[in-house]
C-alpha cells in the first residue's frame, strides 16, 4: 500500500503534510513511514506461515536506533556487518540470539565482542577468518557458532558494485572448494557448524538467481551430510529488489513462498537479511530549491540536499522518482537537473526532470529510506540530516540535525610551535 498522497495539491506521508515537517523541522530532512516499515517487515514474517526462520534485517541499509528499535518489536533479527552495527542494535533493544555477523574484515576486536554478546552466527567469508575466529574463541573458552558464505556464482543481472555472488568477487568462498573448509572447521574445538549462507547481490528483481543460489547451496548441504555435517540453518541473505522507477521486484509474499517451495520438506530454519526491501520506500528525502539557473540549453535546480545526503544516484547512478511537495500553479514546467551544493559534477540526484518549481519550493527525493542516510558523509563540511518517523498523524524526530559542534568534534589544533 502507498504511504503517499496529494490532497488539496499538498504531499502527505500517511496522515502528515511533508510541507508542515520541513517548515517546523527545515531542509534536508528524511522522513520515514513507521507503518510501511513494519508492514514490510510483516510481509516477510507472515509469509513463513509453518517455516522454521528467523529474519535478520541487513542494519547497513538504515541503521538508525528507532528504526532498529521499531523492527526488534516486531521480532526481527539483525544482519551485521561491524562492531558498530552490533553496539546500535544492542542499545536498540535488538536480541544477541538473533544477530548474524557478515562482512569479510571482521577485526578482532569486533569477534571478541560478538562472541561475548553471543550472537546467533557469524557468517565466515574466508579460511582465514575461521583461524581467527577459532583462536580467539579457544582463547575466551566460547564455542563460536559458524555458518560459510559460500559464493555460489550465479549471475543476479544487477549493477556490477551490488552484485556478489559470483567467482570473481571479494565476498564469501567458492561453492566448489567450500567442502574442505567445512571439515576442517569440524575438526576445530571452539568452532560450531550452524549453517550455511550465500548473499548473491542487491537490488534483484527476479526470483530465479535466489532459486538458483538456493538448489546449488541445497547440493552442498547433501554433500556435507554424506560428509557427516549436519547444517540446521540456510541462510539466503537478503537482496529483494525494490521498485525505483518502473522495476517489477516479485512481491515479498510470492518470494519466499518460490523459496519455500525450493526448500520442500528439509527440516532447515530458513534465514533472510533482508534490508532495502523493508526501508527504502519507506522513506523520503526532503529538500529545498535554492536556485534556478540556466547553462546554455540545461537548467539546473540546486537544492540544499547533496551527495553527502543521498549518494546512490552519483555512486550507482541510481534513478530516484523526484516530486513538488506542494503544488506550484504559478510555475512553468520545465525540465531540470536536480543538483546538490557540493563541489562535484557528479553532485546530482536527477536528471532531466519535468518539473513546475520557483526558488524555494520543497521537492520530496522518493525511496530514500534504504541506503540514504546510512551512506550520508560530513563532505564539504555539511551536516547531516534531521530524521523524522511518521506515526500515521505523529511526527517524532530520530534523529536530530548535526550542529556545527558536531561537525567539528573530537579534533584539536596542533600546539603552537615552542
Ligand atoms: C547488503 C547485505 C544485505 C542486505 O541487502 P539488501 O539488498 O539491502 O536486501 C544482506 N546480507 C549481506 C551479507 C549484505 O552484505
Not at 376 to 391: L, Q, T
Request: proline share 3%.
Amino acid at each position: 500500500m502507498s504511504h503517499f498522497s496529494r490532497r488539496d495539491g499538498q504531499l502527505y506521508i500517511d496522515n502528515v503534510a511533508l510541507a508542515s515537517l520541513a517548515a517546523e523541522h527545515g531542509t534536508p530532512a528524511y522522513v520515514y513511514s513507521k507503518t510501511a516499515i513494519s508492514e514490510q517487515f510483516l510481509a516477510y514474517q507472515n509469509a513463513m506461515g509453518e517455516q522454521n526462520h528467523l529474519i535478520c534485517y541487513a542494519v547497513k541499509a538504515n541503521c538508525s536506533l528507532a528504526i532498529l528499535n521499531l523492527l526488534a518489536k516486531l521480532g526481527a533479527g539483525f544482519d551485521i556487518v561491524s562492531g558498530g552495527e552490533l553496539e546500535r542494535v544492542l542499545a536498540a533493544g535488538g536480541q544477541a540470539q538473533k544477530i548474524v555477523f557478515s562482512g569479510v574484515g571482521k577485526s578482532h576486536e569486533e569477534i571478541t565482542l560478538a562472541l561475548q554478546t553471543g550472537i546467533h552466527c557469524f557468517n565466515i567469508e574466508s579460511l582465514a577468518e575461521l583461524e581467527r575466529i577459532q583462536q580467539i574463541a579457544q582463547s575466551l573458552d566460547i564455542i563460536a557458532p559458524i555458518s560459510i558464505r559460500v559464493n555460489p556464482d550465479v549471475d543476479a543481472g544487477t549493477h556490477p558494485y551490488i552484485s556478489t555472488g559470483l567467482k570473481e568477487n571479494k565476498f564469501g568462498i567458492d561453492i566448489d572448494s567450500v567442502l574442505a573448509v567445512y571439515q576442517h572447521a569440524s575438526s576445530l574445538s571452539h568452532v560450531m557448524i550452524k549453517g550455511v549462507d550465500c548473499h548473491i547481490g542487491s537490488q534483484l528483481t527476479e526470483v530465479a538467481p535466489f532459486i538458483d543460489a538456493m538448489d546449488r547451496v541445497l547440493l552442498l548441504i547433501d554433500r556435507l551430510a554424506e560428509a557427516g555435517i549436519s547444517i540446521e540453518h540456510l541462510d539466503l541473505g537478503g537482496g529483494l529488489g525494490v521498485r525505483y522507477q518502473d522495476e517489477q521486484p516479485p512481491a515479498i509474499g510470492d518470494y519466499i513462498r518460490a523459496i519455500r517451495q525450493g526448500l520442500g520438506t528439509r527440516d532447515l530454519c530458513l534465514i533472510l537479511e533482508p534490508g532495502r526491501s523493508i526501508v527504502a520506500n519507506a522513506g523520503v528525502l526532503l529538500s529545498k530549491v535554492e536556485y534556478l539557473k540556466a547553462a546554455g540549453d540545461k537548467r539546473f535546480a540546486i537544492v540544499d540536499a547533496a551527495m553527502n545526503d543521498m549518494l546512490r544516484p552519483a555512486l550507482y547512478q541510481a534513478w530516484l522518482d523526484i516530486e513538488t511537495v506542494s503544488d506550484n500553479t504559478q510555475a512553468s514546467t520545465d525540465v531540470y537537473d536536480i543538483v546538490g551544493p557540493v563541489c562535484e559534477t557528479g553532485d546530482f540526484l536527477g536528471k532531466q526532470r519535468s518539473l513546475a518549481i520557483d526558488e524555494g519550493d520543497l521537492l520530496c527525493i522518493h525511496s530514500a529510506g534504504a541506503y540514504g542516510m546510512a551512506m550520508s558523509s560530513n563532505y564539504n563540511s555539511r551536516p547531516r540530516a534531521v530524521e523524522i518517523m511518521v506515526d500515521n498523524n505523529v511526527a517524532h524526530v530520530i534523529r536530530a540535525r548535526e550542529t556545527k559542534a558536531d561537525l567539528m568534534r573530537g579534533e584539536s589544533l596542533l600546539p603552537d610551535p615552542r
